[in-house]
T-cell receptor, first 116, second 113 residues
Framework: SAVISQKPSRDICQRGTSLTIQCQVD?????MFWYRQQPGQSLTLIAT?????????ESGFVIDKFPISRPNLTFSTLTVSNLSPEDSSIYLC?????????????FGSGTQLSVL | KQEVTQIPAALSVPEGENLVLNCSFT??????LQWFRQDPGKGLTSLLL???SQREQTSGRLNASLDKSSGRSTLYIAASQPGDSATYLC????????????WGLGTSLAVNP
């Protein structure tokens, strides 16, 4: 298993500002995943953060809006830039633990962002 | 393209009932399927993972089954308690090199004392 500490747990931000979310894992992991969960919707993968290389972004998400850092194997940050009310969501980081068919996803506690 | 559907979207039951949550998927070529629990405004907790070769997994009062041929998984909760109230999500990982999960929208469960 993996224990992930995510902060902040919630924030209220003004339009045009940025919010940086941090995730710390209790073990070294190769990949960390950042998800968005908009109200009433399922999880959407934003990007995969690999240590030592640039993050891989999913269709519809760009680095300028969602810059990611991955300085080591236990830590990552996601910044949501130039905030607008449409960015109000829960943001979640996750890691995969285990191998092969037993590979499971574990999640941080989430960051609930409200943009005014 | 894999699609995951969860029925019902919401469920309200009295405490003590046994209940079944359903998850269906359109492409049977899956790697594994995972059930999660999400409390309001919070992250996800992994409940059970079923490998593609398995039929069911059990953890305490929870039992998850998998029928790949019919594209279905069920999560059975025995003797439900108010503390079980949460949203339950299933996610499918397709076979092959693509490691992405395909998510359902979840079933919102309320267990009333």
């Amino acid at each position: 298993s993996a224990v992930i500490s995510q902060k902040p747990s919630r924030d209220i931000c003004q339009r045009g500002t940025s919010l940086t979310i941090q995730c710390q894992v209790d073990s070294q992991v190769t990949m960390m995943f950042w998800y968005r969960q908009q109200p009433g919707q399922s999880l959407t993968l934003i990007a995969t953060a690999n240590q030592g290389s640039e993050a891989t972004y999913e269709s519809g998400f760009v680095i300028d809006k969602f810059p990611i850092s991955r300085p080591n194997l236990t830590f990552s940050t996601l910044t949501v830039s130039n905030l607008s009310p449409e960015d109000s969501s829960i943001y979640l980081c996750s890691v995969a633990a285990g191998t092969g068919l037993n590979e499971k996803l574990f999640f941080g506690s989430g960051t609930q962002l409200s943009v005014l | 393209k894999q699609e995951v559907t969860q029925i019902p979207a919401a469920l309200s039951v009295p405490e003590g009932e046994n209940l079944v949550l359903n998850c269906s998927f359109t492409d049977s070529a899956i790697y594994n399927l995972q059930w999660f629990r999400q409390d309001p405004g919070k992250g996800l907790t992994s409940l059970l993972l079923i490998q593609s070769s398995q039929r069911e997994q059990t953890s305490g009062r929870l039992n998850a089954s998998l029928d790949k041929s019919s594209g279905r998984s069920t999560l059975y909760i025995a003797a439900s308690q108010p503390g079980d109230s949460a949203t339950y999500l299933c996610a499918v990982r397709n076979a092959g090199n693509n490691r992405k999960l395909i998510w359902g929208l979840g079933t919102s469960l309320a267990v009333n004392p």
